[in-house]
C-alpha cells in the first residue's frame, strides 16, 4: 500500500518502507512534540513575575518539566516494542494537549509544577518515533536516519525558545501555551490519518518489558556509560539554558525575553549538523566521537566563563554547547541502538529516562547556582557536570576499549 501524498510505503510482511517523506514528517513531529519542554526556558523571568517567585522558585518549573519527561519515558516509551505505536502516539499527543491547557490556565506555583510535571509525563512521542525510525533503517544508513529524525528534534528544541521568547513578549507567556496545545491537538489529528501502523518485534507483556529494562542496564556496560554521559552533558546544558534568562535581563545586558529566545536561533548550526553527524557516526567510531563532543561542550563553558560579559562571547558559547552535546547524543544513540536490535525501545528508555533527569538536576543546579552565586557559579556548575561527563567516558574507554 501506498500513499503518494507523503511518500509513505507499507508493507505487510516487512513492514513500513522507509522513505524520505516518511522520514520528513517524523522529523517534524519530533519537532513540534518535543518543543513543549523548553517553551518555559526563555520565560521564567516573566513566569516569576507573574506568580512573585524568586529564580529557584520559578527555575523548578524546568525541573518537574524534565523529571516529567523521564517518568513519561519510563512509563510509556517501552510500549512501543510491545504496541502498535501509530495509536500510542496519537493517544499521547492528545494527552499533552490537555497538560498544555493546565499550564496555560495555571493560577498559583503549585498548579503550574504539576501542569509542567503533566506536560513532561505526555511529551514523550519523540522517543517513540526514534526507535521506529531507527528500526526501519538499514544498519549502513542507520546513523544518517537518525541524524535526519534528530536534526528535526533539535530544531523543535531550538526554535521553541526563539518562538516563546517572541510570542510570550509580545503577547504573554500564557498564549505561548494555547498556541502550542492547538498544535498537539492539529498533530494528532494529521497523524492518527497519515502515520501508517507498525508493527513491534518483541512479543512480550508490559511487566517482561518492564523486568528486561532492569536486565539492559546490569549487562550492557555500554549503555550505563552512554547514559550517565548523555545525563551529565544534558546537565550542564540544561544549567546554562535554565540561567540565561535571569542573566540577560540584568546588567550588562537588559534585554527582555524576546531577544533572550533569540539565542535559541544560535543552535540552529548545532542542528542544522545533526546528520553530518549521523552519517560520520556510520563511518568512524562513534564512542571516539562522544569524547570530541564532550569537549566542545567544555569549550563552550570557557566562553560563558570568561567572554560571557561580551554577546559575542555567549553566541560562539552557545554554537559550542549545542553541537557537542546534540553531536555527543546523536552518537550515543546509534552506538547503543546496535547492542540488542530488538529492544531499541527500552534501550532508548533507559538512555532518555537518564538523560532527562540528568537535566531536571541541571535545571535544579542552574537556577540555585545563579540564585547564590549569579553567573560565573553558573558557568562553575555546568563546567563541572561536564567535566565529570568526560571523566565517565575515559573510564569507560580503558575498562572495555570498545
Known sequence: MTNNSTGIEMNQSKGITLTKG????????????????????PLLADMGRTFHADSHQVG????????????????????GDMRERRQLITVLLGSVT????????????????????????TTVVPQVIIPLAAQMAGPEERGKVIGSVMSGLLFGILLARTVAGLIG???GWRIMYWVAAVLMLALAIILKQILPKSYPEANLTYRQVLKSIGELIVTQPTLREASLVGALLFGGFSVFWTSLAFYLEGAPYHFGSEVTGLFGLVGVVGAAAAPLVGRLADRFSPKLMVGMFILITLLSYLFFGFLGSVVWGIIVGVILLDLGVQGAQISNQTRIY?????????????FMVTYFL??????????YAWNIWQWQGVCLTGGIMIVLGFFV????QLKYKS
Do not use: D, K
Not at 516518511?22 to 518555559?40: P, Q
Not at 518539566?65 to 512509563?75: H, S, V
Not at 567516558?393 to 569507560?396: D, L
Open 22 to 41: 516518511l522520514v520528513l514528517l517524523m522529523s517534524i513531529t519530533c519537532g513540534l512534540a518535543v518543543a513543549n519542554l523548553y517553551y518555559n526556558q
Open 60 to 79: 523548578n518549573i524546568s525541573m518537574f518539566t524534565q523529571i516529567g519527561y523521564a517518568i513519561g519515558m519510563f512509563l510509556f516509551v517501552p510500549l
Open 98 to 121: 490537555i497538560a498544555l491547557i493546565g499550564v496555560a490556565t495555571a493560577q498559583n506555583l503549585l498548579w503550574i509544577y504539576v501542569a509542567s510535571l503533566a506536560v513532561g509525563i
Open 169 to 171: 513578549g509580545s503577547f
Open 338 to 350: 546496535s547492542l540488542v536490535p530488538e529492544a531499541r525501545s527500552r534501550l532508548n528508555t533507559v
Open 358 to 367: 540528568g537535566g531536571s538536576l541541571g535545571s535544579s543546579l542552574g537556577s
Open 393 to 396: 567516558w575515559g573510564i569507560h
